[in-house]
């Protein structure tokens, strides 16, 4: 059903002389620059999103190496730690999106950019197959498609409304540009409505109550935002009704914040507490209907409040394109694209995936300790014991000094303890494993590795990363600089990720902001409200978009926020 649309109806197939008797496609008509042999040795990447993981990559790879094509059903980068700030107009929209094209310009305009979703990604055949939604310009219904030799999935994740039934119609999300532009028009339109006449009291407070589900980052922050925008601004112009407003936190856990250290969760608890917003935790939200929430609280019981609009911020999940290309590379029971350290797609040759849609997993580093004890189960009984397993371990780090970068020692009692918990016992001394058993072991491990959060922190250093290693593709291939291969492979071309955590924010609103900071720092008030302002500012991708967030910042505290339904 898919076509080539007319920006690839005039692909030159040449038959690359190098890289392994590889096809590969140049475009000779949309880049008369570049001459046919030039364009056939340079292989493609095709890059899906122009999110944080997608853009970096884009900005970082050397776009004379290779034939760079980028897709995404978004023209623009947006800066999202800044969302919570548009949903209450402390930021304009427009100050905190860069276009693509802007940025691939000032690449020197060699890379290619198509404005059009991946609806199915083929690894079989190499090839993507897009869909755009500007129908006007391509004959047929949009669809086209586009080869790669390698593939960057950087597609981020959507909104995980957990099958609550309700959510989808009721609640606003949190996630788009779009979305905080909703959010903003929705609470200006609950206080032009609550102020009505002949509208009863009951009404008035149902329509002022403003429900945010999920106690994370973004939930937390987008209370203080709406408080601060609320009695700051929005109270000296509905005086009426400003009394009768109510901000409620509804999350799972017992704590809001938890991903943070406890006493930045315990400061911002005390702190909405005193600010008159209401917590609710250990509260799961089961149905959410036009106008009532209902929840039930850890012994099941169940309770209901009547709202006036709900923010639905309860967590990310794999995008359906994601959730399909899992299914078909075997991936299907997992909940995002599992890399290896590499960030390299398991069992899909060229195709990288960073980001929001991609775990690393450190199942690879597992698969490779199997190999080591099929290898140690010398007489192939086919079985080994706990003890066999830890001799076994210790041998690998002595013979494989290189495996001690993923099993620390603790790391190794850790993983015989999980074989053990794995098997329901853990009391026993000696647990005799099969393969097969110990296979599943390591699928409960796997489970239990903790997976880098899906921060904007983590895309950028993964997208900057894999841009590193395209750079230095062929100097590596010649001179690999990565950890030795188990048994005597030789090295690894590259040096495996690392993530380095700076830090991370969390605005509390008043001017406070809590931050933890490497080291386990924690500094929470208004000096940490500064720095936010200085990380922020710094870390836009262009001088434009500084400039527009900083004098966003300064209207704001000169003239407050604007408060027009447009
Ligand atoms: P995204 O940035 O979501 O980008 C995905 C891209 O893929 C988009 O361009 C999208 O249009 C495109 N796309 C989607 N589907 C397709 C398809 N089928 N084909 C092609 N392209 C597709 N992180 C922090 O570190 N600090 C913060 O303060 C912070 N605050 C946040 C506040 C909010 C309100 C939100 C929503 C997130 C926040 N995050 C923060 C998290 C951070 O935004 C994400 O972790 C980050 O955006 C992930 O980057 P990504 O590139 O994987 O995905």
């Given at each position: 059903a898919f076509r080539r649309g007319p920006a690839f109806s005039k692909l030159v197939l040449i038959v690359a002389a190098s890289g392994g008797g590889l096809v590969a496609y140049a475009d000779a008509r949309t880049d008369p620059a570049t001459e046919p042999s030039q364009a056939a040795t340079k292989k493609k990447v095709v890059v899906l999103g122009t999110g944080w993981a997608g853009t970096t990559f884009v900005r970082n790879v050397d776009s004379s190496l290779y034939d760079v094509q980028v897709i995404s059903p978004r023209n623009y980068f947006a800066f999202t730690p800044l969302l919570p700030s548009v949903t209450c107009g402390?930021?304009?929209?427009?100050?905190i999106v860069e276009p693509i094209r802007k940025i691939i310009r000032k690449k020197g305009g060699e890379i290619k950019f198509w404005e059009a979703e991946c609806v199915k990604i083929d690894p079989d055949n190499k090839k993507v197959h897009c869909q755009t939604n500007i129908r006007t310009n391509l004959e047929g219904n949009g669809e086209f498609l586009v080869d790669y030799d390698y593939l960057v999935i950087a597609v981020g994740a959507r909104v995980n409304?957990?099958?609550?039934?309700g959510v989808v119609q009721h609640c606003h999300f949190l996630k788009e540009v779009e979305d905080a532009q909703k959010i903003r028009k929705g609470v200006i339109d609950s206080f032009e409505r609550a102020i009505l006449p002949d509208l009863d009291e009951e009404e008035r407070k149902r329509t002022l109550h403003f429900v945010i589900v999920g106690g994370g980052p973004t939930g937390v922050e987008f209370a203080a935002e709406l408080h601060d925008f609320i009695s700051e601004d929005l109270a000296k112009l509905y005086p009426t009704v400003c009394n009768l407003v109510k901000i409620s936190v509804i999350e799972h856990g017992g704590h809001i914040l938890t991903m943070f250290d406890k006493r930045i969760g315990k400061f911002a608890e005390e702190k909405f507490r005193r600010d008159g917003i209401e917590l609710r935790t250990g509260y799961r939200v089961v149905k959410v209907s036009d106008n009532i929430i209902t929840m039930k609280d850890k012994s099941h019981v169940e309770s209901s409040v009547s709202y006036g609009m709900a923010v639905w911020s309860a967590g990310i999940g794999a995008r359906p394109i994601i959730l399909d290309f899992m299914k078909q590379i075997g991936q299907?029971?997992?909940?995002a694209l599992a890399t290896d350290e590499w960030l390299r797609v398991r069992e899909c040759d060229g195709v990288y995936a960073i980001g929001d849609c991609a775990t690393m997993s450190q199942r690879k580093v597992m698969e490779d300790i199997l190999e080591i004890f099929k290898f140690a189960d010398k007489d192939n009984s086919g079985t080994l014991t706990v003890k066999e397993i830890n001799d076994a371990l210790e041998d690998i780090c002595i013979r494989y000094p290189q495996v001690e970068l993923y099993l620390k020692s603790n790391q190794m009692s850790d993983i015989v303890d999980l074989i053990k918990a794995s098997k329901g016992d853990?009391?026993?001394e000696s647990v005799e494993l099969d393969i097969e058993e110990f296979k599943n072991a390591l699928a409960y491990v796997d489970s239990e590795v903790k997976n880098l959060p899906a921060t904007a922190q983590v895309a950028a250093q993964q997208g900057n990363y894999l841009a590193s290693c395209f750079n230095r593709m062929k100097h590596c291939e010649k001179k690999p600089e990565g950890p030795l291969r188990i048994r005597e492979l030789g090295r690894h071309r590259f040096r495996p990720f690392r993530y380095k955590h700076l830090g991370q924010f969390a605005p509390l609103g008043g001017e406070q902001t809590a931050a933890q900071l490497p080291g386990d720092w924690i500094s929470i008030g208004h000096s940490s409200q500064w720095l936010w302002y200085s990380v922020y500012a710094s870390k836009q991708v262009s001088w434009r978009t500084r400039a527009l967030v900083i004098s966003d910042w300064t209207r704001r505290f000169i003239h407050g926020r604007d408060s027009s339904c447009i």
């Amino acid at each position: 059903a898919f076509r080539r649309g007319p920006a690839f109806s005039k692909l030159v197939l040449i038959v690359a002389a190098s890289g392994g008797g590889l096809v590969a496609y140049a475009d000779a008509r949309t880049d008369p620059a570049t001459e046919p042999s030039q364009a056939a040795t340079k292989k493609k990447v095709v890059v899906l999103g122009t999110g944080w993981a997608g853009t970096t990559f884009v900005r970082n790879v050397d776009s004379s190496l290779y034939d760079v094509q980028v897709i995404s059903p978004r023209n623009y980068f947006a800066f999202t730690p800044l969302l919570p700030s548009v949903t209450c107009g402390t930021v304009e929209p427009r100050s905190i999106v860069e276009p693509i094209r802007k940025i691939i310009r000032k690449k020197g305009g060699e890379i290619k950019f198509w404005e059009a979703e991946c609806v199915k990604i083929d690894p079989d055949n190499k090839k993507v197959h897009c869909q755009t939604n500007i129908r006007t310009n391509l004959e047929g219904n949009g669809e086209f498609l586009v080869d790669y030799d390698y593939l960057v999935i950087a597609v981020g994740a959507r909104v995980n409304t957990f099958n609550t039934p309700g959510v989808v119609q009721h609640c606003h999300f949190l996630k788009e540009v779009e979305d905080a532009q909703k959010i903003r028009k929705g609470v200006i339109d609950s206080f032009e409505r609550a102020i009505l006449p002949d509208l009863d009291e009951e009404e008035r407070k149902r329509t002022l109550h403003f429900v945010i589900v999920g106690g994370g980052p973004t939930g937390v922050e987008f209370a203080a935002e709406l408080h601060d925008f609320i009695s700051e601004d929005l109270a000296k112009l509905y005086p009426t009704v400003c009394n009768l407003v109510k901000i409620s936190v509804i999350e799972h856990g017992g704590h809001i914040l938890t991903m943070f250290d406890k006493r930045i969760g315990k400061f911002a608890e005390e702190k909405f507490r005193r600010d008159g917003i209401e917590l609710r935790t250990g509260y799961r939200v089961v149905k959410v209907s036009d106008n009532i929430i209902t929840m039930k609280d850890k012994s099941h019981v169940e309770s209901s409040v009547s709202y006036g609009m709900a923010v639905w911020s309860a967590g990310i999940g794999a995008r359906p394109i994601i959730l399909d290309f899992m299914k078909q590379i075997g991936q299907g029971s997992r909940r995002a694209l599992a890399t290896d350290e590499w960030l390299r797609v398991r069992e899909c040759d060229g195709v990288y995936a960073i980001g929001d849609c991609a775990t690393m997993s450190q199942r690879k580093v597992m698969e490779d300790i199997l190999e080591i004890f099929k290898f140690a189960d010398k007489d192939n009984s086919g079985t080994l014991t706990v003890k066999e397993i830890n001799d076994a371990l210790e041998d690998i780090c002595i013979r494989y000094p290189q495996v001690e970068l993923y099993l620390k020692s603790n790391q190794m009692s850790d993983i015989v303890d999980l074989i053990k918990a794995s098997k329901g016992d853990v009391r026993k001394e000696s647990v005799e494993l099969d393969i097969e058993e110990f296979k599943n072991a390591l699928a409960y491990v796997d489970s239990e590795v903790k997976n880098l959060p899906a921060t904007a922190q983590v895309a950028a250093q993964q997208g900057n990363y894999l841009a590193s290693c395209f750079n230095r593709m062929k100097h590596c291939e010649k001179k690999p600089e990565g950890p030795l291969r188990i048994r005597e492979l030789g090295r690894h071309r590259f040096r495996p990720f690392r993530y380095k955590h700076l830090g991370q924010f969390a605005p509390l609103g008043g001017e406070q902001t809590a931050a933890q900071l490497p080291g386990d720092w924690i500094s929470i008030g208004h000096s940490s409200q500064w720095l936010w302002y200085s990380v922020y500012a710094s870390k836009q991708v262009s001088w434009r978009t500084r400039a527009l967030v900083i004098s966003d910042w300064t209207r704001r505290f000169i003239h407050g926020r604007d408060s027009s339904c447009i």
